[in-house]
């Protein structure tokens, strides 16, 4: 059985590529694909995919559209700073464990 890691991205996070082709964009999470431990980011790692003739697209063609990226490519952007941080976790006033930015010490919402 393959151990399971905590994954420190999100759904609608602000991320930024530390690596591969598309290193230096920044974009929103759109999914996460926590059992292969990969996200999609909105206008990163852009692919061509070929498409057959459809009802929604009668002449087919090629279509651009965003790839997974592994988190290890990723790094959240601090909403205080606006640069890049790692992600800790800590009890809030309330008792409750959020994730929070290591280098404001900002909650990340």
């Known amino acids: ?5 905590k994954l420190k991205i ?3 996070d602000l991320v930024k590529v530390i690596a591969g082709d598309s290193k230096g964009s920044q974009g929103k999470v ?10 999609v980011v909105e206008g990163a790692n852009m692919v061509s995919k070929h498409t057959k003739p459809n009802a929604a697209n009668p002449n087919g063609g090629i279509v651009k ?3 997974a ?3 290890s490519n990723l790094a959240l952007i601090d909403p205080k700073t ?3 941080t790692r992600v800790g976790r800590q009890k809030n006033a309330d ?9 404001s010490g900002e909650e990340i919402k």
């Open 69 to 71: 990226i592994h988190i």
């Open 10 to 12: 999100k759904k609608g």
């Open 65 to 67: 559209q965003e790839a």
């Open 30 to 39: 759109v999914e996460v694909l926590v059992d292969k431990n990969r996200a």
């Open 95 to 103: 008792g409750k464990l959020v994730r929070v930015a290591k280098k």
């Open 82 to 84: 606006g640069a890049t």
């Open 1 to 5: 059985m393959e151990k399971k890691t």
